[in-house]
């Protein structure tokens, strides 16, 4: 009866130390020697690289909304002869300029109609008056430029939608 006594009292504390940690003896066998950790999900930051300005889904006045700038590259026509600054960056409604910031201009203006348009561009013939037609789901845009009302320059290029 001695025996029984002992491993009821012994059985009892076990139980008892048991409910004092919180868990049983099966959940402290569990847990001695195996370490459990914790995946912590990496938030993902995804550049956005430049995008087709036909994949855009907006017009240029609209995507502003979304995208911090547009580059216009690919340059064709005879505005690339006139010295036309070809590597410009339309970063706002009132601002064109030139990646490394030689030619900007602020007498930029945007229109519901996708046109850009924007003064005193240096060209070889003079400061030229010239306007950028976008059209929303097509990627080509034309370029007119004019001195004193004479167009001296055309040009096409392809609009790509970024951000920073």
Same mark, same amino acid.
């Given at each position: *009866?001695?025996?029984?006594?002992?491993? $009821?009292?012994? *059985?009892? $504390? =076990?139980?008892?130390?048991?409910?004092?940690?919180?868990?049983?003896? +099966? /959940?402290?066998? &569990?847990?001695?020697?195996?370490?459990?950790?914790?995946?912590?999900?990496?938030? !993902? !930051?995804?550049?956005?690289?430049?995008?087709?300005?036909?994949? =855009?889904?907006?017009?240029?006045? +609209?995507?502003?909304?979304? #995208?911090?700038? #547009?580059?216009?590259?690919?340059?064709?026509?005879?505005?690339? /002869?006139?010295? #036309?600054?070809?590597?410009?960056?339309?970063?706002?409604?009132? *601002?064109?300029?030139? =990646? &490394?910031?030689?030619?900007?201009? &602020? $007498?930029?203006? !945007? &229109?519901?109609?996708?046109?850009?348009?924007? +003064?005193?561009?240096? $060209?070889?013939?003079?400061?030229?008056?010239?306007?950028?037609?976008?059209?929303?789901?097509?990627?080509?845009?034309?370029?007119?430029?004019? !001195?004193?009302?004479?167009? =001296?320059?055309?040009?096409? *290029?392809?609009?790509?939608?970024?951000?920073?």
């Amino acid at each position: *009866m001695k025996k029984i006594t002992a491993l $009821l009292a012994l *059985m009892l $504390l =076990v139980f008892t130390l048991g409910a004092c940690t919180g868990g049983t003896t +099966d /959940d402290a066998a &569990d847990t001695t020697g195996e370490t459990t950790t914790e995946e912590v999900a990496e938030e !993902v !930051v995804e550049e956005t690289g430049p995008i087709a300005f036909a994949d =855009v889904g907006k017009g240029i006045m +609209d995507a502003k909304e979304d #995208f911090d700038h #547009f580059t216009f590259e690919e340059w064709e026509g005879t505005c690339v /002869d006139q010295e #036309f600054p070809t590597n410009i960056i339309y970063t706002s409604a009132n *601002m064109i300029k030139t =990646v &490394d910031e030689e030619y900007v201009e &602020d $007498l930029t203006s !945007v &229109d519901f109609t996708g046109r850009i348009r924007f +003064d005193e561009v240096p $060209l070889t013939s003079g400061a030229a008056e010239c306007t950028i037609k976008t059209t929303s789901g097509v990627t080509k845009a034309e370029l007119t430029c004019s !001195v004193e009302e004479e167009e =001296v320059c055309t040009a096409t *290029m392809k609009v790509y939608a970024q951000t920073k």
